[in-house]
């Protein structure tokens, strides 16, 4: 069955696009005009009629992407609430998301909730959470789910909990409000590379290298196609499991894992831990290639953080350790296998005394020298 947009799918297109009869300039060097249409050169202003008729032609690409890429049937606001979905992430970025997997999965709920991960944009060249992209997805989701079938659930019953990787997703550092057309400077940022610029991207929202270090991995991604494939969020794919007993499965095993190291006695020789959290359920799958990339980073902030004073006073109070012991040893030395009197004793006594005083104090100096723990970032 071939579907087309309902003047309800234009309606909430056209309230996020908004619309703009004279035409303004894109960081790209294109020119907007009228709901989201896009021009090579400026041209003069249209009339709210012509934006309609640029938006209908516009839209007619994702009508058809969405009647292509869809496998399962559709209702008509489901339908709508794709193709705006669609308008606004892109078709190579709808192809490739989890909306559509879901969707084509018959799983229409988890396809519905995977439409809120969307809500970012690198527009002013940092990558930020966009407010109106929040309305836009809360809106597309309303709708997607308006004409299914309610199902009562009593509250004394089924008593809602807090699902912690949504609060996640859904509690960011901070929202950044839509940036105005024109607003932004006609340029190409540096993208520089890409390993250092996703660090500092998990170095501002620490709770997305949460979410993204306890992905959950579809059924239907594998393994070859693990880097085109969007990271899976515990919306798509609900995990039933009490929260008290996650927290203290995972300090069981922890501390099995990587019990508590013994104190030693020269914090110099102290080594920095490196804890691995194992997954609780199976299904959750650590991502590899991001937790390596945090350790390079952790380790080339350690080498730029290293005290270099401190390793000289280490080396400083190891030199006075063995000084002292050498003292110690050359006192001694004149006491053994011979028939000593006052005056040798005397020396002996004399080397022996600061010697041993040195060691001591070298010891104690290497206690309570700070141990180098990892570097927090």
């Not at 049937?73 to 190579?92: K, M, N």
């Not at 350790?321 to 003292?327: M, V």
Request: negative net charge; aromatic residues 6%.
């Amino acid at each position: 069955m071939t579907y087309a947009i309902s003047s309800q799918g234009l309606a909430l297109i056209k309230e996020f696009e908004g619309f703009r009869a004279e035409p303004a300039q894109l960081p790209d060097g294109n020119w907007l005009v009228g709901y989201g249409h896009v021009r090579a050169e400026p041209g003069g202003p249209v009339s709210e009629g012509e934006a309609c008729d640029l938006l209908e032609m516009d839209i007619a690409s994702y009508e058809a992407l969405v009647n292509q890429a869809a496998t399962q049937p559709l209702t008509q606001a489901q339908f709508d609430a794709l193709v705006s979905f669609a308008f606004s992430i892109g078709a190579e970025a709808f192809q490739q998301s989890q909306v559509l997997r879901r969707v084509n999965s018959g799983d229409m709920i988890a396809a519905a909730c995977a439409m809120e991960a969307w809500r970012k944009s690198d527009v002013t060249g940092e990558m930020e959470i966009v407010d109106a992209l929040v309305r836009r997805r809360a809106a597309e989701k309303a709708l997607f789910l308006a004409d299914m079938p309610n199902k009562t659930v009593p509250s004394v019953f089924v008593r809602a909990k807090l699902d912690h990787a949504a609060s996640i997703l859904g509690a960011p550092v901070k929202y950044a409000p839509a940036p105005e057309v024109g607003a932004v400077a006609v340029a190409q940022l540096p993208k520089g590379d890409n390993v250092v610029r996703l660090t500092e991207i998990l170095q501002s929202e620490p709770q997305t290298e949460t979410l993204l270090l306890t992905q959950v991995v579809a059924n239907d991604v594998t393994e070859e196609g693990e880097d085109a494939a969007e990271i899976a969020t515990a919306h798509a794919r609900p995990v039933a499991r009490v929260v008290e007993n996650v927290r203290e499965t995972l300090k069981q095993q922890v501390q099995e894992i990587d019990p508590a190291p013994a104190k030693e006695r020269f914090a110099f020789f102290r080594k920095s831990p490196e804890r691995a959290i194992p997954a609780v359920n199976p299904q959750i799958k650590v991502d590899r290639r991001l937790r390596n990339m945090r350790r390079r980073h952790q380790r080339i902030e350690q080498l730029r953080a290293f005290d270099y004073g401190r390793a000289l006073e280490n080396a400083g109070l190891i030199a006075l350790l063995i000084f002292g012991l050498a003292l110690v040893a050359t006192g001694a030395s004149l006491l053994i296998g011979r028939t000593v009197d006052a005056i040798e004793l005397a020396g002996a006594a004399a080397l022996a005394t600061p010697g041993l005083a040195a060691a001591l104090m070298a010891v104690v100096g290497l206690r309570h020298a700070p141990a180098r723990g990892p570097v927090e970032s």
